[in-house]
């Protein structure tokens, strides 16, 4: 079972809100992902956990803050958010390095608006 | 040079066409690429994995040639549903992974 779910569907904030994106998978994989995607646009890396630590953060700017409870689990932490950061935000997982082929399963995704 | 590079299209079809992309790469150690479907305003879906010389699944295959640096997705017989995007995908180091910028394909009646 390929699947990697993400709550909620659609999130409006405004840019004083604080909120968070949920990710859970049960596949196994002891890596996962965020990715920020805009329109018309490939996904951009944000984040990587592997084993539940991170391992890369793509200089994403302090106001999103990951977090990994446990090697199922991957939030993404919102604060005062610009509308900028309005896209959709994708959610994957994989096996970690070394003992994949390197696909990645993504979640529907979290399509978020900031006012 | 870009990492991986594919033409945005779009690629406008008729049904029952046969229909192939090419991707472009420019790190000649990479090993494993991967075609990706998205639709619009949904997450990518995995399409197929390219590890040797080529892979079949049904309508589509895809071939990667490493002496010219390139991997193609062919698509016979091409359907509406077959309607999205399709992004090239290549190992980025560690567990990262390099998106081409998608080539669009629109299927016609």
């Known amino acids: 079972d390929t699947e990697v779910t993400q709550t909620p569907k659609h999130l409006v904030m405004g840019m004083t809100n604080k909120k968070s994106l949920k990710c859970e998978q049960h596949?196994?994989?002891?890596?996962m992902y965020w990715y920020k995607q805009k329109a018309k646009k490939p996904p951009e890396l944000m984040f990587v956990?592997?084993?539940?630590?991170?391992?890369i953060n793509e200089s994403v700017p302090s106001r999103f803050s990951p977090e990994c409870p446990n090697s199922s689990l991957l939030n993404l932490h919102l604060h005062a958010l610009q509308p900028e950061d309005s896209a959709l935000y994708l959610c994957?997982?994989?096996?970690?390095?070394?003992?994949?082929?390197?696909?990645?399963?993504f979640g529907p995704g979290t399509r978020l608006t900031v006012t | 040079r870009k990492e991986v590079e594919q033409d945005p299209g779009p690629f406008n079809v008729p049904e029952g066409a046969t229909v192939a992309f090419n991707c472009t790469y420019s790190?000649?150690?990479?090993?494993?690429f991967f075609w990706y479907r998205q639709d619009c305003r949904k997450e990518p879906k995995l399409l197929m994995s390219?590890?040797?010389s080529g892979n079949e699944d049904g309508r589509f295959t895809a071939q990667l040639n490493r002496a010219s640096q390139y991997i193609s997705l062919l698509i016979r017989d091409s359907k509406l549903s077959d309607s999205a995007t399709y992004l090239c995908?290549?190992?980025?180091?560690?567990?990262?992974?390099?998106f081409g910028t998608g080539t669009q394909l629109k299927v016609e009646l």
């Open positions: 994957a997982s994989s096996h970690a390095t070394g003992t994949n082929r390197g696909e990645q399963y």
């Open positions: 596949m196994g994989h002891r890596a």
């Open positions: 956990y592997s084993y539940e630590k991170l391992s």
């Open positions: 790190n000649s150690a990479s090993q494993s």
């Open positions: 390219v590890y040797s």
């Open positions: 995908v290549g190992p980025g180091g560690g567990n990262k992974l390099t």
